[in-house]
């Protein structure tokens, strides 16, 4: 058989889940096939994630170059180790949204792939996804539960109820819902500081990065429906929607348009659009008076900023990290390297140990820039560094909030509102 392999899309090219190719075998081998040829022809990625590594194992030193020969075991090995980080889509120019010419969009054939196992051995039982649920590593550092969540905290402080003239509205991130209340707060704080109404909406549910991951499309779209619904109405209203986590962000932004069905697309476009990280929200309103840069205190440090692989896919990481040059004295220093906190890859037993061996530059690199405070947009992947960095990233919201107050920080400042 001919090992030449166009790299130009075939037939069996889609990424919606409601086309009938979608699901059918041949269409999405065709799609494999050209992947794997364009990913051996060009030698991208390989230093990314094992996924893309072991395909070049297999490829090279079992079938000689032949990608038509890697059989469906070791297929569907390369593909369960993509942790959907992202980083190929950034790197590599290759996803949907770049109108790249090839197409090859290694995460979202991910999808693709475990979709049409779904299909053929069926979702997961009740049994078994509990039993994936549970199936975490012992040495898995987790947040721990807050004593009190978001809802009954604004349903004290009447941030429950919609305002009229609405400007924003937060979408509860599980880890900051459960985990980090204070982050919410003090990004409350910093909004009302720039004069936005703001209150939480009642009754979302996680965005569910985990069930798009371990192909329960069902609950998946469920879930998404339900927010989607929770959502809509405020948004109709031009109300912002403005995501704590970049998982969550990069779902309702671009998960969601993609893989709910046709009936609810429309709606999931204008939930996109209306999405943002709070850092870029807050950057989009410096022409206006009421861009408050009016800081009482500040640390007067250097800042290790990290940017995470899925702000950078949506391209957020220089909007925030513009906020914190306001603050007198504080100079961001970027490091992009991937920590590898990707949905729950890392507190899986077969996602513990790669998820460090690969973060592991991120974490030498943070000690290497010689600063007093990190800042990471990603309540997550601050637990990450703080298991293998001995040091736990704040959030820039927080550092916003705590430089507002005049006892926020150790060092007072006088500092005057920007023309």
């Given at each position: 058989m001919d090992r030449n392999?166009?790299?130009?899309?075939?037939?069996?090219?889609?990424?919606?889940?409601?086309?009938?190719?979608?699901?059918?075998?041949?269409?999405?081998?065709?799609?494999?096939t050209r992947g794997f040829g364009f990913?051996?022809?060009?030698?991208?990625?390989?230093?990314?994630?094992?996924?893309?590594?072991?395909f070049f194992d297999f490829s090279d030193n079992e079938y000689d170059g032949n990608v038509r020969k890697i059989c469906e075991s070791k297929t569907e090995r390369v593909r369960g180790q993509c942790s959907q980080c992202k980083r190929c889509d950034v790197q590599s120019l290759n996803s949907p949204r770049e109108n790249y010419q090839y197409q090859i969009a290694y995460p979202a054939v991910g999808y693709r792939h475990w979709a049409q196992r779904a299909k053929d051995k069926g979702e997961l039982s009740l049994c078994d996804q509990a039993e994936k649920f549970f199936e975490l590593h012992q040495d898995e550092k987790l947040p721990e539960l807050a004593q009190e969540t978001v809802e009954p905290w604004g349903e004290r402080n009447e941030k429950n109820k919609s305002i009229s003239g609405l400007e924003d509205v937060?979408?509860?991130?599980?880890?900051?819902?459960?985990?980090?209340?204070?982050?919410?707060?003090?990004?409350?704080?910093?909004?009302e500081k720039n004069q936005f109404d703001v209150f939480f909406t009642q009754g979302l549910q996680y965005c569910d990065t985990p069930a798009w991951e371990k192909n329960q499309y069902e609950q998946a779209r469920t879930q998404a429906k339900n927010n989607l619904?929770?959502?809509?109405c405020s948004v109709k209203n031009r109300a912002k929607v403005t995501a704590l986590d970049s998982i969550c962000s990069l779902m309702m932004r671009r998960q969601y348009p993609q893989s709910l069905t046709t009936e609810n697309r429309k709606r999931a476009k204008t939930l996109s659009e209306a999405v943002s990280e709070p850092g870029e929200f807050l950057w989009g309103i410096r022409p206006e008076e009421r861009?408050?840069?009016?800081?009482?205190?500040?640390?007067e440090t250097f800042v290790a900023d990290h940017t995470s692989s899925h702000l950078r896919a949506q391209?957020?990481?220089?909007?925030r990290r513009e906020n914190l040059w306001k603050i007198p004295g504080v100079k961001p220093k970027r490091f992009m390297e991937c920590c590898e906190y990707d949905g729950t890859?890392?507190?899986?037993?077969?996602?513990?140990?790669?998820?460090?061996?690969?973060?592991?530059?991120?974490f030498d690199e943070m000690p290497k820039m010689e600063t007093e405070v990190g800042a990471i947009g990603c309540p997550l992947a601050a637990t990450q560094f703080?298991?293998?960095?001995?040091?736990?990233?704040?959030?820039?919201m927080m550092m916003l909030a705590k430089a507002y107050r005049p006892d926020g920080f150790e060092k007072p400042t006088l500092t005057v509102k920007e023309e």
């Open positions: 392999i166009s790299h130009q899309p075939t037939d069996g090219l889609t990424y919606d889940p409601e086309d009938q190719k979608y699901s059918d075998k041949n269409a999405l081998q065709k799609k494999i990913y051996h022809d060009h030698r991208m990625c390989f230093t990314y994630c094992d996924s893309v590594f072991n937060f979408f509860q991130f599980f880890s900051a819902q459960n985990n980090e209340l204070e982050i919410e707060m003090d990004t409350t704080e910093v909004f619904d929770v959502l809509s861009f408050n840069t009016e800081f009482n205190s500040t640390s391209n957020f990481r220089i909007k890859y890392p507190i899986t037993v077969e996602g513990f140990e790669p998820s460090i061996r690969r973060g592991q530059k991120s703080e298991q293998n960095a001995n040091t736990k990233p704040m959030h820039p």
